[in-house]
Nanobody, 125 residues
Framework: QLQLVESGGGLVKAGGSLRLSCAAS????????MAWFRQAPGKDREFVAR????????YYADFAEGRFTISRLFANHTTFLQMNSLKPDDTAVYYC??????????????????WGQGTQVTVSS
């Protein structure tokens, strides 16, 4: 079964940047969609960005547009989330997810069968 391992979280000051990585345990095929979600304390898990493995085109939540960039690297089955201009409101546990099914709305949690354990991102003011 596919396993996902996130890394790259940490503590950063407002305005700073972080790059998250999501390493897959096996080859990612073209019909997969990879995504990042996040969950802040006391809040629901929310969609951040997604990328169809085959096309490599990123799709973003409104709050991420223009600040975050999702990308993937075929060679080592890794998905990245580059986060710039970070704000205290970006503080959350960030999760990587993978879907190998067609789904009408890939911003929904239900679209994803595989999840990583999460990596903490803390942005100080």
């Amino acid at each position: 079964q596919l396993q996902l391992v996130e890394s790259g979280g940490g503590l950063v000051k407002a305005g700073g940047s972080l790059r998250l990585s999501c390493a897959a345990s096996e080859r990612i095929f073209g019909d997969y969609t990879m995504a990042w979600f996040r969950q802040a304390p006391g809040k629901d898990r929310e969609f951040v960005a997604r990328i169809p493995w085959s096309s490599g085109v990123g799709y973003y939540a409104d709050f991420a547009e223009g600040r975050f960039t999702i990308s993937r690297l075929f060679a080592n089955h890794t998905t990245f989330l580059q986060m710039n201009s970070l704000k205290p409101d970006d503080t959350a546990v960030y999760y990587c997810a993978a879907s190998d099914r067609w789904w009408r709305d890939y911003s929904r949690l239900a679209a994803y069968d595989y999840w990583g354990q999460g990596t903490q991102v803390t942005v100080s003011s």
